[in-house]
């Protein structure tokens, strides 16, 4: 399975998201309207990623701690959003965290009180 199909299984595991392309790029929304996560395959750059909600403090923290991983995403990246490089080894039990956490930032607290 690719990085996209793996994001993609994950993003849409969670409960009421949807995806549709926006900005030309695979993109997940919270009931279709919020967005979470978005795809960013050579957008910007001549990187794979993907653009991520982040908790507080998570986007500078991770970005310090392992640059060649995480990067600040142009856009949303002033508001704490998190870019996770898919082009490099992909830890993707840290990946699942990621999302989750993105959907967390996102979700109203009903539909996060029912991720499994």
Do not use: N
């Not at 969670?14 to 050579?42: C, I, Q, Y």
């Not at 653009?51 to 701690?65: N, S, T």
């Not at 990946?95 to 989750?100: R, S």
Request: net charge negative; hydrophobic share 45%; with cysteine.
């Amino acid at each position: 399975m690719d990085a996209l199909e793996r994001l993609r299984a994950l993003c849409l595991a969670l409960p009421e998201v949807t995806e549709r392309l926006s900005h030309g790029e695979p993109t997940w929304f919270v009931r279709g309207k919020k967005t979470f996560v978005m795809f960013a395959d050579h957008h910007h750059d001549d990187r794979l990623a993907f653009w991520c909600a982040a908790p507080p403090g998570a986007q500078g923290e991770l970005v310090a701690e392992d640059p060649e991983r995480f990067f600040r995403p142009p856009y949303v990246g002033h508001r704490g959003w998190l870019g996770v490089y898919l082009d490099v080894e992909v830890d993707w039990a840290e990946v699942t965290e990621i999302v989750a956490d993105a959907y967390r930032q996102i979700a109203p607290k009903s539909l996060i009180a029912l991720m499994r």
